[in-house]
């Protein structure tokens, strides 16, 4: 149907997360004359691959020459409290307040850990204390169950409280 100008199916492929909250959200505002949207969950793979395999927009890297690219949004990496923590009545905590806490980690290979451990190692800082979540929803019960902080890029789970990650102060 490309050769009469219409678009009938779309791939996304990105991390799951990127998924539920940004991919989602947006398919379900379309209409039944938009594209089929088709999703590919693509954690920890490499852009180039996931596009020759036949994806049409990915998320969250850049892919490399000859593949163009363009970003769509930004998405911030939340610091995750319970309403009970010292923090939750604020709307930011700092890097350096925030890696002497208990934190609840995803995988190295997932966006908002890769952003987080950047800024961490650019400030010439250490993480105090980690516990490795699988994912942004387990890493937010983790959380919620008392064993930290849940540093994600994930919407609010578990009536967390959301407070915005501020590198300045490193």
């Known amino acids: 149907m490309q050769a009469r100008g219409r678009v009938e199916r779309v791939t996304i492929a990105a991390p799951t997360v990127t998924l539920t909250d940004v991919v989602a959200p947006f398919v379900a505002t379309m209409s039944p004359d938009d594209p089929v949207v088709d999703v590919r969950p693509a954690d920890a793979s490499d852009p180039a691959e996931v596009l020759r395999a036949g994806a049409d927009l990915i998320g969250t890297q850049r892919p490399p020459a000859p593949f163009r690219s363009r970003p769509l949004a930004v998405l911030p990496v939340w610091a995750y409290v319970r309403a009970d ?20 980690l995803l995988p190295p290979h997932f966006t908002a850990r890769e ?45 967390l409280v959301p407070l915005a990650v501020d590198p300045a102060d490193a």
């Open 85 to 104: 923590h010292p923090w939750a009545a604020r709307r930011s905590v700092t890097l350096s307040e925030l890696v002497v806490q208990p934190l609840v």
């Open 115 to 159: 952003a987080v451990d950047a800024a961490v190692g650019a400030a010439g800082a250490s993480y105090a204390s980690v516990v490795e979540a699988a994912n942004g929803t387990v890493a937010q019960a983790l959380a919620a169950s008392g064993r930290g902080v849940a540093v994600v890029s994930d919407d609010p789970r578990h009536d």
